[in-house]
Every structure is written in structure tokens, then in C-alpha cells.
């Protein structure tokens, strides 16, 4: 597998959509997405990535080189939740795993929800 599709695979997991899901969000057929996730087509065209890039709020430069890595998203919504980040970074790991397969359910529940109005 190449880099891309490692840093592609990565990306779709922590935003918390399946292929399909993403796939649509990026406005790209998902037998093309399955390509570049298998690396069975090294890299996309540059309209493709851009696309990729734009639905997972990153740079072209940063899929294609792993370099810059910066969202963009505005992040003073987050700073709300401060004290709780840093309290996992000193949990130890066999803690923190378990919390965090917690909160993604959780999200990915809500999400769902949001979704269907439900």
C-alpha cells in the first residue's frame, strides 16, 4: 500500500465516514475511491485529489507528500473540550483505547441521527 492510500485510509477513518459515505461526500465514484485506497492507481488526477482533499478539510500537498498537515477548520470550537484532551494525554494506553472506541460510537450514532433527522 502505498503512502496516499495509507494517509487516505487514515483520514476517512478519523473524520468517521465509510467509504461509501466519503466517497459521495468527495463527489467521486466509490470503485475509484476503492482504487486509491488499494493502490491499485498510485495517485488520482489532480482534480480528483483536489476533491479528496477538500472533502477531508486537508491540502493536496499534505495526502500526496505527508508534509503540512494542517485542517482546515476553524478550531475555537474545540478549545471548549481543552481540559479533557488534556486529561487523555496522560491516560496510559490500555485506558485510552477503550475511551476513545467510546466516544467514536458515540459520534458515529449522532451522526447518524443528524443524518436521517431521527
Do not use: C, W
Not at 80 to 88: E, G, M, V, Y
Amino acid at each position: 500500500m502505498s503512502d496516499f492510500s495509507r494517509r487516505l485510509r487514515s483520514e476517512i477513518e478519523y473524520i468517521g465516514l465509510n467509504q461509501k459515505e466519503f466517497a459521495a461526500k468527495a463527489g467521486i465514484k466509490k470503485r475509484a475511491l476503492d482504487s486509491y485506497l488499494r493502490a491499485q492507481q498510485s495517485m488520482p488526477p489532480a482534480d480528483t485529489a483536489v476533491k479528496i482533499a477538500s472533502a477531508l478539510g486537508l491540502s493536496v500537498e499534505y495526502l500526496v507528500t505527508g508534509k503540512e498537515h494542517r485542517r482546515s477548520v476553524d478550531i475555537s470550537g474545540y478549545l471548549q473540550f481543552r481540559d479533557i484532551l488534556d486529561d487523555l494525554a496522560v491516560l496510559p494506553e490500555e485506558i485510552l483505547d477503550p475511551v476513545k472506541a467510546m466516544i467514536r460510537t458515540a459520534a458515529n450514532r449522532q451522526r447518524k441521527k443528524n443524518q436521517t433527522g431521527k
